[in-house]
């Protein structure tokens, strides 16, 4: 897979964990139906934000790792010129 495609997935991935981390919040901190669900409305809410932690974080690490390559390949480009 190309770069471009790979960055590309790993920013979708980030942004529907992000998502899923405001889901959670305002799940548990706005949402009337949710806190009338008791216990359960708590775990729903904590899976939205643990399952967005899970796809946001390394996501993160992993895009910052491409782009710290691409742009040392890019300056060991440019000093051979």
């Given at each position: 897979m190309k770069d471009n495609t790979i960055i590309r997935i790993l920013k979708v991935t980030m942004t529907i964990g992000i998502?899923?981390?405001l889901l959670g919040v305002y799940f548990h901190l706005f949402n009337s139906h949710i806190e009338e669900m008791g216990i359960k409305g708590i775990i729903i809410s904590a899976a939205c934000v643990a399952i967005?932690?899970?796809l946001s974080l390394p996501t993160k690490m992993f895009l910052t790792f491409i782009?710290?390559?691409r742009?040392?390949?890019q300056n060991k480009h440019s000093n051979k010129s």
């Open positions: 998502c899923l981390i967005g932690m899970i782009l710290v390559n742009e040392a390949e």
